[in-house]
């Protein structure tokens, strides 16, 4: 409902200031690309959230949403997706780097962008072919990672 979204939006503003002022002032946690607080916070809140509004509405959803099965894709809808990831995979290190000061800085971000780019791939293949029935990579999980 429109209520529970902007009490959702009001409450994840004030603990995300919350959390960035902890992670910045107290901890003294360097952000450059200001990616690490929004993404890291977003998902735990996201996790939060789908837990308490879920336990809210159990009867709201079939008891099939939450399967993927009967999905189907195509060459096109796993082509087009596919340009965007490898497009983050080529400036989404660069992007990170922009607001850095010095060159030594710039550097660093952009090695510890690429390798938890690269953890990220290998983890999703490596457990894509482990949980999958079919034993085979997916696409979709791959875009995703």
């Not at 096109?76 to 780097?97: E, K, Q, R, V």
């Not at 090695?111 to 990220?120: D, E, G, K, Y």
Request: include cysteine; glycine fraction near 10%; hydrophobic fraction near 50%.
């Amino acid at each position: 409902t429109p209520q529970q979204l902007l009490g959702m939006t009001i409450i994840h503003l004030v603990f995300y200031a919350q959390n960035e002022a902890i992670g910045v002032g107290r901890i003294g946690a360097v952000d450059i690309g200001g990616s690490m607080f929004i993404h890291l916070f977003g998902a735990y809140f996201g996790l939060g959230m789908s837990w308490g509004l879920g336990r809210c509405n159990k009867t709201a959803l079939p008891k099939t949403a939450s399967t993927y099965e009967g999905i189907k894709t195509t060459k096109l809808s796993d082509t087009l997706p596919m340009i965007g990831t490898l497009f983050l995979w080529c400036f989404w290190p660069s992007f990170n780097a922009a607001l850095a000061g010095s060159a030594d800085i710039r550097e660093r971000t952009i090695i510890n962008t690429v390798l938890s780019l690269a953890a990220c791939a290998f983890t999703v293949f490596a457990f894509t072919v482990l949980f999958r029935k079919e034993k085979k990579f997916s696409m979709v999980d791959i875009q995703n990672a």
